[in-house]
């Protein structure tokens, strides 16, 4: 037996990282460990970014993408961001990985780009979709 709708036949899910959290609280409270944005880009609704920090490994680090849930009204439509970093490694080598953002969820209703301030990063990214 088949239940699924045609109209699901139209919805694409990307797969591409973590889901960005949007959570106004979290925004305003959440403190990071340091670390040193590398590299940054954005490809359909992946943000991808190198970073890199002191640590034993960077096995154990953690590192979420989080939004206010602020949409300032101008033209693009903006939101304001910034990455909760959790590293309790106590060693001095450096490191640098690689993690993926899934940005579908910061999507603007009758838009199709979105200007993201992420805190930290030295100029503003857009993302087209």
Do not use: H
Request: aromatic share 10%.
């Amino acid at each position: 037996m088949n239940t699924q709708c045609d109209e699901d036949d139209d919805f694409q899910v990307s797969s591409c990282g973590q889901p960005v959290i949007i959570d106004n609280a979290f925004f305003e409270t959440a403190e990071s460990s340091d670390y040193v944005l590398v590299d940054s880009s954005i490809t359909n609704d992946c943000l991808t970014v190198e970073i890199s920090a002191s640590g034993c490994d960077g096995e154990s680090w953690s590192m979420v993408l989080v939004d206010s849930g602020n949409v300032a009204e101008s033209s693009p439509e903006q939101r304001y961001l910034k990455f909760v970093f959790t590293n309790n490694e106590a060693c001095l080598a450096v490191f640098s990985q690689v993690r993926e953002f899934n940005l579908s969820t910061l999507r603007v209703d009758g838009s199709t780009e979105v200007v993201l301030n992420i805190e930290g990063f030295p100029e503003p990214l857009l993302y087209s979709y």
